[in-house]
C-alpha cells in the first residue's frame, strides 16, 4: 500500500508549533508529511533556530518525505509573527490552517491529520468561541459525539465529558452520553486499535464511587446501569471503580482503556505516566485526528528547546491509524 498522506497544522505561529515542525522535517517518515503554514514563517522561524531545510509549496502529487526538505501547504499570516507574543489577529489564520486540514482529510486528499498546539485564549479574545481543536473539528466534520482520548504506551483513557467547568460535569453525564460515549470508544478501539474485544474500564464519578450512596447517587443511577444494559450487548465493561484504584497496575493489566469521567479525574495520571510522549486522538470523528499533549509553550518559542516528542508520537500514531483504515 503507499505511504498515508498526512496533513500536520502548525498551530499558534507565536507558539512552538513551528519549531516542532522544523525539527521533525529532519526525519525520515514513512509517509507524504505536509504542514499547512505560512511558508515564510517557517523559513523566518527555522533560519532563528540554526535549521537549513528545503521548504516546497505543496502539490497534488504525493511523494514519501524527504529528511531535510519540508512540503507546505501555505495560508499567509494576517499580521508579522514575533516568538512568544500572541496576536489576535492572527486567530483567524490559526482556524484557516485546521478548515484546509479537516476538510482535506474529509474529501480524501489527507489519509489523516495531526495537530500542533494552539492558545484557546488568544482565538476566544478575537471573537470567537473556541473550547478546543475536539469540539471545533466535531462540528466541521457533522460528527454528533467527538470523545476525547491520550494515549501514552500502553495506557490509554478517554474522557466522558472534555473542557467543562467542574460544577457542570455531573448534570452533563446522562444515561445518553454515556452509553454513546462508551459505543465510540468500544467502536473505535475495535476499528481504529485492532483491538477484538476491548476492555474498557469506568470510573465513579464521585469518591469511592459514591461509598454506595453516601458520597452521591451518580454511580447507581446513571452509570451503574448504563454499563449493565451495554454488558448485555456485548461489551466488556470494568466499574465503576473508584478513580483513585482505577490507576493501579492490577486494575490496569485488565483493561485496554480507561474511561474518566471528566478532564481532570484521567488526565493528570496519563500526563504523569508519560508526558511529552503522550498523543491525543480524537474519537468518533469520520477522520483520523491526532495531536500533542502540550500547550504552545510561548516562552519556548524560537529559543531551540522546544521537545518534540509528543509531536514524534502523534505523527506515529497517525501513520498508524491512517493503515488501519
Not at 486567530?91 to 492558545?119: F, H, I, K, N, W
Not at 490496569?252 to 495520571?269: I, R, S, T
Request: proline share 6%.
Amino acid at each position: 500500500m503507499p505511504s498515508p498522506r498526512i496533513i500536520l497544522t502548525s498551530g499558534e505561529p507565536a507558539g512552538i508549533g513551528p519549531d516542532l515542525c522544523i525539527e521533525i522535517a529532519a526525519s525520515a517518515w514513512v509517509c507524504d508529511l505536509i504542514v499547512a503554514a505560512d511558508i515564510d514563517l517557517l523559513r523566518q522561524r527555522a533560519q532563528q533556530l540554526g535549521k537549513h531545510l528545503n521548504f516546497i509549496p505543496v502539490d497534488s502529487h504525493r511523494s514519501a518525505h524527504e529528511p531535510g526538505t519540508l512540503r507546505v501547504l501555505h495560508r499567509s499570516v494576517k499580521q508579522p509573527v514575533r516568538a512568544g507574543q500572541l496576536d489576535t489577529a492572527n486567530s483567524r489564520y490559526v482556524l484557516d490552517l485546521l478548515d484546509a486540514a479537516c476538510d482535506g482529510c474529509t474529501s480524501g486528499e489527507y489519509d489523516a491529520m495531526v495537530t500542533a498546539p494552539v492558545q484557546k485564549s488568544v482565538i476566544n479574545d478575537a471573537g470567537v468561541a473556541f473550547s478546543g481543536h475536539t469540539e471545533y473539528l466535531a462540528e466541521r466534520t457533522g460528527a454528533r459525539l467527538p470523545v476525547m482520548m491520550l494515549a501514552a504506551d500502553k495506557l490509554r483513557v478517554a474522557l466522558a465529558t472534555t473542557h467543562l467547568p467542574l460544577a457542570s460535569v455531573s448534570a452533563a453525564i446522562t444515561p445518553s452520553l454515556l452509553e454513546q460515549v462508551l459505543r465510540i470508544l468500544h467502536h473505535d478501539l475495535q476499528q481504529r486499535f485492532g483491538i477484538a474485544t476491548p476492555r474498557i474500564l469506568v470510573c465513579g464519578l464521585n469518591p469511592h464511587a459514591g461509598e454506595g450512596g453516601h458520597l452521591g447517587r451518580e454511580e447507581i443511577e446513571v452509570i451503574a446501569p448504563v454499563l449493565s444494559a451495554l454488558r448485555n450487548d456485548g461489551l466488556h465493561l470494568i466499574g465503576p471503580v473508584p478513580a483513585d484504584t482505577a490507576f493501579t497496575p492490577h486494575q490496569l493489566d485488565q483493561a485496554d482503556a480507561v474511561l474518566a469521567m471528566y478532564h481532570d479525574q484521567g488526565l493528570p495520571v496519563l500526563k504523569y505516566a508519560g508526558f511529552g510522549n503522550a498523543v491525543n486522538v480524537t474519537l468518533g470523528l469520520p477522520i483520523v485526528r491526532t495531536s500533542v499533549d502540550h500547550g504552545t509553550a510561548l516562552s519556548l518559542a524560537g529559543s531551540g528547546k522546544a521537545d518534540a516528542g509528543s509531536l514524534v508520537a502523534a505523527l506515529e500514531m497517525a501513520i498508524e491509524l491512517a493503515a488501519n483504515r
